[in-house]
């Protein structure tokens, strides 16, 4: 991918599957992706290291070790006033398809 800068934040990234505009302020792309599920995108990603700039400060936090630690540092308890119970899982019976059973070898 080519990548020619705009301004200091945005990029005009050329190749893949289509030509898009990456704005690393905002967390915006032409392609949806980076905006939509905070993932950075091949655009955003050439954006970034042609910037200079650590792939890793493009994501967003919530995909951090820190937050996934924060939020099992506390203990869980189940919901209130349900009763635990010990009970053996088994797994589920399988049954035979129809036809022949195919022979292995």
Do not use: W
């Amino acid at each position: 991918m080519t990548v020619q800068p705009i301004d200091g934040r945005r990029f005009f990234v050329n190749g893949g599957k289509m030509d898009c505009v990456v704005d690393l302020e905002h967390g915006k792309c032409d392609c949806g992706v980076y905006a939509v599920k905070n993932i950075l995108c091949s655009h955003a990603i050439a954006a970034g290291t042609s910037g200079g700039l650590h792939i890793s400060t493009l994501v967003c936090p919530v995909y951090s070790k820190d937050f996934l630690f924060a939020g099992y540092s506390e203990n869980i308890y189940p919901c209130g006033g349900q009763q635990v119970e010990e009970h053996t899982c088994f797994p589920p019976d399988l049954k035979r398809g129809p036809g022949r059973q195919k022979k292995s070898r």
